[in-house]
């Protein structure tokens, strides 16, 4: 991994740990966490993250608000800094103001007819939530790089908008480079926002010196949003936005796996028991899906397609089980709620319609268990990622590195995911139920030949970049720019 011999600082929401009451430490859930693990120890950074709970808070307190080592469970150790913002505060940022609003922008998941109603409740959770908690870990990070020449701080996801401005106010030296995990969507998208609270947001963001995204389509969404919404220069080849005599890059970095961290996993004790179980159980096929239970993973439509399949396809009842592995996800969030229980309703639906005595067709399981999900990858033979919209999707990535049957992969249009594995994957429109439907059939009947090239294409491509290679391709551009070179259109 390259090195820029600044000091370098992680800000994200969640932090590569979080604390139990009594001390216990467990590994920091999500994407974002394993993809900025590598970074952080296995170099000099100190990652800022806001505590998530009691733990985490007594943890802060202990270390007097300060940065502290502390080695993962998963391996790797870190400097770290939880910032303990006031309760309300908090609740506002995460619940009101990231998710759902900003989530479901930026995943067009509003019913624009019903929702959302921007009354006093979202504009004070924005003013007195999702300000203040980016105004305390603009303070921690302010404090964090106090003394050092030229930090770099590299900041994360749609949580933190507002936090570069906050820091560049503060110190206008520091490089700052803020990496967006979820799509960016049209600009129409963005004007169910009060315009004072979207201008903030967009001039937040556009106080980095780097903007990154997974793929180069959100790129080009974020860059036309620059231009249609705050009338900006831009420049689309070159990806540069010019704004108060600042030039902002605007780069994608799609984001790869840690096979070797994903395949030892694999390896484990625990996952060997799952395995023995599932294959005990199992039918002639398995349909695998693996997510948090998010509306953007378009899970209702997923198990209409596979009513629909069993329907127009008896001859495989009984033969083949759809097993959905779903982790409950922002359960304050009523809108999360409510879609668990039409998720739990619909498999109740679906497996009473098609199921036998001894054969249930939908096996679901709420809970988050990376063992018993990774003994599952192995086995499968058809894998779906059907979501709506979604940044990246890692499990697209993770199962073929792991699967031992050639197993299909049917991966929706509108993933990041897409852009780098369309090729060797059965596309579908996530909106076409028909499409999954048919799509599912073909996978279960296609011959041996045309499933090992495709699952051979999916592991070449997949294993072709690691994180390691993200970073880098991040930090090269961190020194190019620092260094006044001028922005090239390659990525
Ligand atoms: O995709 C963005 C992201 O922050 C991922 O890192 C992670 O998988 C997911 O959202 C987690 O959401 P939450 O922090 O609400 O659990």
Redesign the pocket.
């Known amino acids: 991994m390259s090195d820029t011999q600044q000091p370098l600082v992680l800000v ?3 932090g590569p740990v979080t604390f139990d009451t009594d001390g216990t430490i467990t590994r920091g ?7 900025l693990t590598g970074l952080a120890s296995h170099r000099r950074a100190t990652w800022i993250a806001n505590a998530m709970g009691r733990g985490d808070a007594d943890r802060a307190r202990a270390a007097k608000g300060r940065a502290f080592s502390v080695d993962s469970p998963a391996g790797g150790s870190y400097d770290v800094r939880l910032v303990i913002s006031d309760d309300l505060a908090y609740e506002r940022f ?1 619940s009101v103001v ?2 759902p609003m900003l ?1 479901f922008i930026q995943h067009y998941l509003w019913d624009l007819s019903n929702a959302p109603d921007v009354r006093a409740e979202e504009v004070e959770a924005y003013e007195y939530g999702y300000k203040i908690v980016n105004q305390d870990l603009a303070d921690a990070v302010v404090e964090e790089i106090d003394g050092d020449d030229s930090p770099v701080v590299m900041i ?4 933190l908008y507002l936090l570069p401005q906050m820091i560049r106010e503060r110190r206008p030296d520091a490089f700052l480079h803020h990496f967006v ?2 799509p960016w969507s049209q600009s129409d998208s963005w004007r169910v926002l009060p315009g004072k609270i979207r201008d903030e947001l967009y001039r937040g963001i556009l106080a980095n010196d780097i903007v990154g995204f997974h793929t180069r389509s959100y790129r080009r969404n974020f860059l036309q949003c620059c231009e249609d919404l705050l009338e900006l220069e831009v420049d689309h080849k070159q990806g540069v936005v010019r704004i108060d005599d600042r030039e902002v890059w605007v780069r994608a970095y799609p984001l790869p796996i840690d096979a070797a961290a994903t395949r030892a996993v694999s390896r484990r004790a625990r996952v060997r028991e799952h395995e023995d179980e599932l294959l005990r159980r199992r039918r002639e096929h398995l349909i695998l899906r693996v997510d ?1 239970a ?1 509306l953007s993973k378009n899970v209702l439509r997923g198990f209409s397609a596979f009513d629909l399949f069993l329907e127009q396809h008896p001859e495989f009842r009984e033969r083949v089980t759809f097993m959905a592995q779903l982790m409950p ?2 359960t304050d969030v009523p809108e999360y709620r409510e879609y668990l229980e039409r998720i739990e309703a619909l498999v109740a639906v679906v497996n009473h319609r098609h199921g036998t005595p001894d054969w249930m067709p939908i096996q679901l399981k709420l809970r988050d268990d990376l063992e018993e999900a990774v003994a599952a990858y192995r086995h499968y033979d058809v894998h779906i990622v059907n979501a709506m919209f ?3 999707n ?1 499990v697209a990535k993770e199962g073929p590195i792991v699967n031992e049957r050639n197993g299909v992969s049917i991966l929706s249009e509108n993933t990041g995911a897409h852009e780098e594995l369309g090729e060797f994957a059965l596309t579908v429109n996530p909106f076409d139920v028909q499409a999954l439907a048919n799509a599912i059939h073909r996978a279960l009947t296609m011959s041996d030949e045309e499933r090992a090239h495709r699952a051979d294409g999916l592991r070449e491509i997949v294993l072709r970049r690691d994180p390691g290679d993200w970073i880098d391709e991040q930090l090269v551009d961190v020194r190019r720019k620092t260094s006044g070179a001028k922005a090239d259109d390659d990525r």
């Open positions: 994200s929401n969640r859930t999500g994407g974002l966490v394993t993809a995460y990231a998710n989530w994360h996801d749609y949580h995990h979820i948090r998010d996800s922002r979604d940044g990246m890692l």
